[in-house]
């Protein structure tokens, strides 16, 4: 099944009412730029700029981290192992990119680190 996986999304949440929790949020990014400088330099990975907003299925801000749109079995699990003991109390969707739909790809597949946020799901069409 692995083989359908096509790249790796990861969502870390934040309360941007919370100046503490957007604080420690922001470093947080910081912290996963600095140890993925490499991948992130090569082009395996990319991280966006903070969402201080809900977007899509999103429901309150967040940044996002992905794959570049490959599979590399190491090097999510380097990112998953590093997200596991780095990232405090945030919430953190990990979620496959599979020809399977959005849908599934966010609930079915999905990972969770910390407290699970309710997604807004019926934006998907799949």
């Known amino acids: ?28 990014r910081d912290l996963v730029a600095a140890e993925f400088a490499e991948e992130l ?25 992905d794959t570049a749109g490959v599979y590399d079995p190491a090097l999510v699990g380097r990112l998953i192992g590093f997200y596991q003991l780095n990232h405090g109390k945030l919430s953190v969707l ?12 966010h609930t079915e597949y999905a990972l969770w680190l910390g407290h699970k946020q309710r997604l807004m799901t019926d934006i998907f069409t799949d």
């Open 1 to 28: 099944m692995a083989s359908r996986i096509r790249s790796y999304d990861f969502h870390t949440y934040f309360n941007g009412s919370d100046k503490k929790e957007t604080e420690f949020c922001l470093k947080f």
């Open 41 to 65: 330099a090569s082009g395996k990975i990319h991280i966006e700029e903070p969402w201080n907003r809900p977007i899509g299925p999103h429901p309150i801000n967040m940044w996002e981290l």
């Open 94 to 105: 990990i979620h496959p990119r599979t020809s399977d739909g959005d849908l599934k790809d």
